[in-house]
C-alpha cells in the first residue's frame, strides 16, 4: 500500500496548503447544505449530512456556521447547486477523478478543461477513468483511539472490509452498501470518527519521476482551490524527496 501512503501525504499536503479558512468553509457548508436539501436536515438520520458535519467539525469549523449551512437548505431563496464529476487524465496518463458543486456547470465545466489541458493532459467522458477506482467509504480514527488488533477485530465484527493502521491512524474501508451500518457500529464503539465518507480509492497506483509529479501536485492544487470543487482523487505517486520540495 505504498501508494496509498503517497496518496495520503499528497491529501494531507492539500489540506495544510488550503491556509485560507473561509474559502475551506465556504466549500463545507456548501456541502452540508446540498446534504441537508437532499435529505433531511437531522444528521442523525442523514448518513451524507452526517458525514459533511464530521468533515465541518474536523476542520474546527464553528456550531454557528454549521447550523446556518443547515437551515440554508431550507429557505426557498438559497442557491441550487449541481453535482458534478469530472473525469480525466493528468500529465503521465495519470487518472483524475473531480467532484463538484456548482451553480453554474458551464463555468465549472471551462474551468477545469482549462487546468486539465494547461497541465498537459485532458479532461475525458463520463466513465473514462472511474473503472481504475472502487467506489467505497471510508472511517478514519486517531492511531490513539485503539490498538491496530482491537481496530481490526471491531471493523471485522462490523462487516468492513478492509483496515490500515499506521503512526497515521486507522482507516477502515466499508462498500457503498455497508458504510453506514460499518460507521454506526464504530462510532458506538470508539466515538465520533475524524472522517467518515464515500471516496474514489485506486485499484492500482502509477509512479511517476519528479519532473511529471510535480506538473500533477500543481494540477491538484489548481483544482482544490477552485470555489466548485469539492474533492480531487487521483492513483499517482511521487517520490517523499518531491513531496518535501513542494512543500508537503
Known amino acids: 500500500m505504498a501508494g496509498h501512503s503517497q496518496f495520503k501525504n499528497i491529501m494531507h499536503r492539500k489540506g495544510r ?3 485560507q479558512k473561509s474559502k475551506l468553509f465556504g466549500k463545507l457548508a456548501r456541502e452540508i447544505t446540498v446534504a441537508a436539501k437532499l435529505g433531511t436536515p437531522d444528521p442523525a438520520m442523514n ?17 454557528d456556521n454549521i447550523e446556518r449551512a443547515i437551515k440554508k437548505a431550507a429557505g426557498s431563496d438559497g442557491e441550487n447547486y449541481d453535482e458534478i464529476r469530472y473525469e480525466g487524465y493528468g500529465p503521465g496518463g495519470v487518472a483524475v477523478i473531480v467532484e463538484a458543486l456548482t451553480d453554474n456547470r458551464n463555468r465549472a465545466a471551462s474551468d477545469i478543461r482549462s487546468f486539465f489541458t494547461k497541465s498537459g493532459g485532458n479532461l475525458g467522458e463520463s466513465g473514462s477513468v472511474a473503472f481504475m477506482f472502487d467506489r467505497t467509504g471510508i472511517i478514519e480514527y486517531d492511531a490513539s483511539v485503539a490498538s491496530d488488533d482491537a481496530m481490526l477485530d ?11 493502521s ?15 451500518e460499518v460507521a454506526k457500529a464504530l462510532e458506538a464503539k470508539f ?10 480509492k485506486p485499484q492500482n497506483t502509477v509512479a511517476v519521476d519528479d519532473e511529471t509529479g510535480e506538473k500533477l501536485l500543481k494540477l491538484m492544487d489548481l483544482l482544490n482551490e477552485h470555489d466548485d470543487v469539492q474533492n ?3 492513483n499517482f505517486e511521487v517520490s517523499d524527496a518531491l513531496i518535501a520540495k513542494m512543500g508537503g
Do not use: C
Not at 471491531?154 to 490500515?164: F, K, L, P, S
Not at 491512524?169 to 458504510?179: D, I, K, L, P, R
Open 232 to 234: 480531487v482523487f487521483a
Open 154 to 164: 471491531a471493523a471485522i465484527e462490523a462487516g468492513a472490509d478492509d483496515v490500515i
Open 17 to 19: 496548503q488550503d491556509a
Open 47 to 63: 448518513p451524507r449530512l452526517r458525514a459533511a458535519v464530521v468533515a465541518a467539525r474536523a476542520e474546527n469549523m464553528p456550531k
Open 166 to 180: 499506521s503512526e497515521a491512524g486507522h482507516e477502515v474501508y466499508a462498500s457503498q452498501e455497508t458504510f453506514r
Open 191 to 200: 466515538g465520533e470518527p475524524r472522517k467518515a465518507a464515500l471516496t474514489w
